[in-house]
Structure formats: C-alpha cells, structure tokens
C-alpha cells in the first residue's frame, strides 16, 4: 500500500457524511487558509494542495465561542477515521491529500495548518480546557502529523516509535495494528519479514518478541515490547 500512496497523484481520504456541524468546520479551515500567510493566488482547492499553511493563532479568536467550547470542532476531531490504523499511511506517505467529507472537501496540509494554529493558541484564551476525549482525540491527530512531519522529510522511524504512536488507532483486524505500520519504518522487515494473515496473533507476537531479543542482546525488551503490543494482544496467553 506504501508504495501506491506514494506514486498515486494525489489521495482522496473520506470521513464519511456530513454530520454534527462537520461542513462549518471545513469552511472554517478553508476562511483561516486563504488568509494564512502561505495562500497562493490560486483559488483552486486541488492546484494548491501541496502547500503548507502557517496560520496566526491570533485568528483563532475570530470564532464566537472559544475553540475547546465549539461542539462542531470537538465532534471533527473524534471522527472515527482519524484512529484507524491504515490511514496513517494514507496521509503520510501520499504526494497530497484531499479530505472529503459529504459534499465538502479540503485539505490534509490546511488541517495540519490549523492544529498547528490550535496547538501554539495561548491556554488563557482557549475558554474551557479540553476535557480528557478531546485531549486523547486531539494528541491522536497530533500522532499523525508527526508520522507526516517524518515521511516529508524522508525520515522513516524505528519499528518500536511507529507501534508506541499508533497503541490507540483501530483496526477491524487486529494483525494491521502491525503490519499497517511496517511501511513507515526503516526496521520493521527485521521484526516481520512478510506480512502473513495466515499467521495467528500470538505466534506473530512471539516472532516480533525473539526478533527483540535476537536484536538487542537484552531480556529486558520482553517488557517494552509488552507495553508497546498490549493493544494487539502481546499480553494474551
């Protein structure tokens, strides 16, 4: 799948429908882009997709209600698509990115600009602090621009980084939560060769275990390796 992301033109994530104020949220990222520093002259959502956005957290304030306070943002960002594993090559390794969601469309690298914009806004001015869900959505989104930040720099990441950073995505078959992430890695053909569905869990997690050892010269692996499989079912006997 890496190898596809990353020849196809561009890539087309779908969100699912419009629910829950998601359109207002979209035109909002669009209004806070083409005022961000970064905008081009092209009015053209697919021409300017590969653009990076660097917006002022100051127009943040632009909104009525303070943005932890805003219903619509908070039910954007719990989105069910953001946690799924195999999306994380989806925006990672594609040339650009558009976000579909029902009728409306924007940009990964414009949402990126405005988490950014989010993240850097001064807490005074946030109004309610994020509750524990947004926090837990918010640091998930935050997971993925990082695995981003890394593929745009051609920097693949340890096998270990990449499972640690994707211990909460979702996966209908546990056995992705594994191999979903080999892709991103520059070692992960050392913990899994071929990636084999035949295999069940716990025999995949003990070839995953040796390989550590095997590495590391260092029984003490067994426990990070635990901590860092726990999702995927490292600890099931």
Known sequence: MG?????????????????????????????LCSQSSDQSNNTSRMKSRKKTY?????????LDTPIWEWEPF???????????????????????????????????????????AVSEYPATKRGTPMDTKQSSDFNQLQKLQHFCADAKSDKLVHFFTALARTQDSLATEVRDKIFAILGLTYNGSAFVAVPNYRQNIQELCLEITTSAISRSGSLDTIALVELLGRPCGWNKK
Do not use: M, N
């Open 54 to 62: 660097s917006i002022d957290p100051k127009q943040l304030a632009s």
């Open 74 to 116: 908070s039910q954007f960002l719990a989105r069910e698509y953001w946690r799924r594993v195999w999306i994380t090559q989806e925006l990672a390794l594609s040339q650009d990115v558009v976000i579909l969601c029902g009728s409306r469309q924007s940009i990964w690298t414009k949402f990126e600009g405005v988490l950014k």
């Open 3 to 31: 190898a596809i992301y990353r020849r196809a033109q561009y890539t087309i994530a779908w969100l699912g429908e419009e629910h829950s104020g998601s359109g207002t949220v979209i035109d909002w990222i669009e209004t």
